[in-house]
Structure formats: structure tokens, C-alpha cells
């Protein structure tokens, strides 16, 4: 079983999948990630008064050590312009994801779903992009290893409610998620030793209160598929 993770940002995979991807791992399952940008525009850089280069250059450090916390596979990190994916050619965004996916062969893609959970403009330039590929990839033969497409997800709090982690959040109506992972204790510090690593957010993990919001559950829709599944790589369609 491979899956390949796509997201925008460095941190994209520690705040919520890293806890899945460590299980997936650890059951011999390969995890590939691929970063689109080193994420060097984010305003904490001003804190820290470095260029969007320079702080590209600290998080693409801080990501080595999420690489061997979870055991990934592969983990590629590209140098497109943080904040500057929806301003680029779609198909030139599928041809660059191509190279990948007939590198890797992925079974299982993830990405962001539709509301992006944070509605960053990267986040849901990504799903229309990965959509509409994985679409086009339905319908060619030499494709068949790709069974699902997932998107990593929150549910809508009960009664709506918004306040402190979920202020900013967006979120998925629970009747359209497939996929409620439940993590054990292990797996939950996996997450913490994840979400470390980035010690320039460490305020923003704070802030965000990510750690308390996501607790010891993760949730993925999988595109057009009906499933109730308790793991990303169960009951894969044919
Ligand atoms: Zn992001």
C-alpha cells in the first residue's frame, strides 16, 4: 500500500495526518510526502526578521525532523511561491504532481478538502487541482493503482459552535466524512513530537490550540465514495 500526502506547506502534515501517517508506517505501509513550497512567506518570518527565503530555509530544516519522527518513506519539499499557487497554471500544476505520481504509483492520495480547514488560498488551490487530475486519471488504464483520493478534514463542531481552536477553522457536516481515525495514546504524542519540530510555531501551535482541536481523533472525506472506514487504507475500491 502507498500513499502519497500533497500538500502546500512544511507543517501541512504535522497539523493533523502525522499521527496517521505513523500508524500507516508502522503497519509497513510506504508514505510519501510532497511539499509544493518551503512556506517561507508566513508573517511569523517577521518575528524573527528574516526574508520569505531565509525562513523557507528554517522550516525546510525543521521538516528533516519530521521525516525520521514518522519514518516517512520519501519527503520532498519544492520551492514554489508560498501563497502563490492559485495565481499559477493549473495544468501546469498537473503536469509538476504528475512527475510524482508516476514516480511513486500513490494507491491513496490526500489532500485538503474543498474549505482548505484553515481557508488558506493554497490549500484550496490544491483540492481543485488534485480533483480534477485524479478525475482525468480515472479514466486511463495505465492509472489503475490509484484507488482514492482523500481529504484530510474536521467535522463541524456540535451546535456550531465557534470559539477558541475552531474560531478560524473550516469544517466538513460529520454525514460526509468517511474516515474517523482514533489514535492511541502513542500515536497522540506522535503528533506533539510532529508539531515540535517547527520551532519557529511553537506559538502558533499554541495559539491555534491544534493539539487540543484535533485530540485523539482525524478525519478524512474520500471523493465520491460512501464508506464508513475507521482507517485511510481500508476498504479501498476495486
Ligand atoms: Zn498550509
New binding site residues.
Partial sequence: MKTLYI???P??ES?GPAPVIYRQIQQGEKVHLLTLTR?GATKVRFKYGYSIQEMGEVRLQEMQNVKSILGLTSMTVLDYEDGGMAQMNPLDWEEILMKYIDKIKPNIIVTYPIHGI?G?P??IAIHGIMKRLFCALKLDSNYDFLKRLAFLTLPTPEGLEKKGAHAKVRSTKREDINCEVTLSSGEQEKLKESLFCYETFLDVIQETGVIQAIGNKVYFEFFNEEVKVEFLSEALPK
Fill in positions: 500538500f502546500p506547506h507543517d501541512d497539523f512556506g484553515s488558506h493554497d490549500h
